[in-house]
């Protein structure tokens, strides 16, 4: 059974950083693209950052690029999100999704405010 289980979103100042992890099981993580999303309250679905299977290249959304930063750990089975810089339309439940299995994980939420 495929699971995706995210953990390191709360409360965090404008200008704060938080780092999102989301751990995997269920099938070959290594083989997986993996990516990140995220959902404002009354918004969809946006996707916020990717990284590929094999060589691990990276893709940002345009409003992260420069503050946000994705990266895995294939031993550990492990996707993360280092996000600093964090502005107040960073607000979101953020969402782990891996491409081979077609699978979201159940969120994490963010929240930036002072």
């Known amino acids: 059974q495929v699971q995706l289980v995210e953990s390191g979103g709360g409360l965090v100042q404008p200008g704060g950083s938080l780092r999102l992890s989301c751990a995997a099981s269920g099938f070959i993580f290594s083989t997986s693209g993996m990516s990140w999303y995220r959902q404002a309250p009354g918004k969809g679905r946006e996707l916020v950052a990717t990284?590929?299977?094999?060589?691990?290249?990276?893709n940002y959304a345009d409003s992260v690029k420069g503050r946000f930063t994705i990266s895995r750990d294939n031993a550990k089975r492990t996707v993360y999100l280092q996000m600093n810089r964090l502005e107040p339309e960073d607000t979101a439940v953020y969402y782990c999704f891996a491409a081979r299995s077609d699978s979201w994980g159940q969120g994490t939420q963010v929240t930036v405010s002072s």
């Open positions: 990284i590929s299977s094999i060589r691990g290249s990276t």
